[in-house]
């Protein structure tokens, strides 16, 4: 099972409003990312987990806050976003993040997000 | 800067065509290069490539690494209306105390009938 789920599927929030995304896997991988991706682009690495903790943080506006409760679960919490942050938002898990690895990345549906 | 390219940006072909499509590379201390489909929604994984393993094939589908080129090719034979989609290249390569893929800007392939 190589599955990756997020939720919501779609979202359209104001530029006002909180709102958080979710993203889950049960594959037992210590590694999670998410990706921003706009119309036509390719995805754009936002943050890293390994092991629960951020690893890598693409320079990203604050508005957007990642955390990971635990192993499996992955959360980006949204703050007073613009709408030039309307885009695919995928999450992926993978095996390892070490220095050393060659562990294949596995991405979740997404979630379309709308910011009016 | 790490950097991957893809070419062609886009690609028409017929059904029944085989295409290649090809992607290189500039990273410091490559790991390996990954290959995905994607469609309307997320990336779907099709190979992943190695310094130990340079060459799968899956159906229809086949890719080649060339370490010393530093590219890759994607080929599809015998190519189906199915097989409409962008195709993305990503090598994995450390960053800092992890490791990260960089996409290159994707193949958008249409295949008609």
């Known amino acids: 099972d190589t599955e990756v789920t997020q939720t919501p599927k779609h979202l359209v929030m104001g530029m006002t409003n909180k709102k958080s995304l979710k993203c889950e896997q049960h594959?037992?991988?210590?590694?999670m990312y998410w990706y921003k991706q706009k119309a036509k682009k390719p995805p754009e690495l936002m943050f890293v987990?390994?092991?629960?903790?951020?690893?890598i943080n693409e320079s990203v506006p604050s508005r957007f806050s990642p955390e990971c409760p635990n192993s499996s679960l992955l959360n980006l919490h949204l703050h007073a976003l613009q709408p030039e942050d309307s885009a695919l938002y995928l999450c992926?898990?993978?095996?390892?993040?070490?220095?050393?690895?060659?562990?294949?990345?596995?991405f979740g549906p997404g979630t379309r997000l709308t910011v009016l | 800067e790490d950097k991957v390219v893809q070419s062609p940006l886009s690609l028409v072909v017929h059904e029944g065509d085989t295409v290649t499509l090809n992607c290189s590379y500039e990273?410091?201390?490559?790991?390996?290069l990954l290959w995905y489909k994607q469609e309307k929604k997320a990336p779907t994984f099709l190979f992943m490539l190695?310094?130990?393993?340079i060459e799968k094939k899956s159906g229809r589908l086949s890719s080649i690494l060339d370490k010393k080129e530093l590219s890759s090719i994607l080929n599809i034979t015998a190519t189906q209306t199915g097989d409409s989609a962008i195709y993305l290249c990503?090598?994995?390569?450390?960053?800092?105390?992890?490791?990260?893929?960089?996409f290159g800007t994707g193949t958008r392939l249409q295949v008609t009938l």
């Open positions: 594959m037992g991988h210590r590694a």
């Open positions: 987990y390994s092991y629960e903790k951020l690893s």
């Open positions: 990503a090598v994995l390569h450390p960053a800092g105390t992890a490791s990260k893929l960089t």
């Open positions: 992926a898990s993978s095996q390892d993040v070490s220095l050393a690895s060659t562990d294949t990345q596995y």
């Open positions: 190695t310094s130990s393993g």
């Open positions: 990273v410091t201390n490559f790991r390996s």
